[in-house]
């Protein structure tokens, strides 16, 4: 990647104030660059499949949803967990933490991934984002010295 702007990001709870955030995300966006990571608690779920034991509005996932159409954002799939918030009771669950990525990263960083990680000090589950192509360079090479006395060694070699 080039220039590149990852945003560690902690949604608003409130109503009136999350379109000012998308605006704000998206006028943030008019820089010139083309490689952007938003990460974090979002705050909002894009679907009614992201909730379970509460609440789901379907208005506040809409300009969740029209925000990340409009910066033309990719979301990173996330394995593991298929909630990242669970409440104190253990009985509500929602997907509020997420990696949002411009088309561009997307496209630059093959091999790109996102997992949670195990829930043990807050009520979200942390996320991680990897890069699952790593290039060591080429394999070494590993010779046993029993295949030295294999009759037909020194004819292959």
């Given at each position: 990647?080039?220039?590149?702007?990852?945003?560690?990001?902690?949604?608003?709870?409130?109503?009136?104030?999350?379109?000012?955030?998308?605006?704000?995300?998206?006028?943030?966006?008019?820089?010139?660059?083309?490689?952007?990571?938003?990460?974090?608690?979002?705050?909002?779920?894009?679907?009614?499949?992201?909730?379970?034991?509460?609440?789901?509005?379907?208005?506040?996932?809409?300009?969740?949803?029209?925000?990340?159409?409009?910066?033309?954002?990719?979301?990173?799939?996330?394995?593991?967990?298929?909630?990242?918030?669970?409440?104190?009771?253990?009985?509500?669950?929602?997907?509020?933490d997420?990696?949002?990525?411009?088309?561009?990263?997307?496209?630059?960083?093959?091999?790109?991934?996102?997992?949670?990680?195990?829930?043990?000090?807050?009520?979200?589950?942390?996320?991680?984002?990897?890069?699952?192509?790593?290039?060591?360079?080429?394999?070494?090479?590993?010779?046993?010295?029993?295949?030295?006395?294999?009759?037909k060694?020194?004819?292959?070699?």
């Amino acid at each position: 990647m080039a220039d590149s702007i990852i945003l560690n990001i902690y949604g608003p709870h409130n109503d009136q104030l999350k379109q000012k955030f998308w605006d704000s995300l998206d006028n943030i966006m008019q820089v010139d660059i083309d490689d952007w990571v938003f990460c974090g608690d979002f705050n909002e779920v894009r679907r009614r499949a992201e909730r379970k034991n509460c609440e789901f509005i379907e208005s506040r996932a809409k300009m969740f949803n029209d925000f990340i159409d409009k910066a033309n954002l990719i979301e990173i799939p996330l394995g593991g967990m298929k909630f990242t918030r669970i409440s104190d009771d253990g009985l509500k669950y929602s997907k509020l933490d997420r990696f949002l990525v411009s088309e561009a990263c997307y496209a630059s960083w093959d091999g790109i991934s996102a997992c949670t990680l195990d829930r043990d000090y807050s009520d979200h589950c942390p996320i991680v984002l990897k890069d699952m192509n790593n290039d060591f360079g080429p394999k070494p090479l590993r010779i046993f010295n029993n295949w030295f006395e294999e009759d037909k060694c020194d004819d292959l070699i």
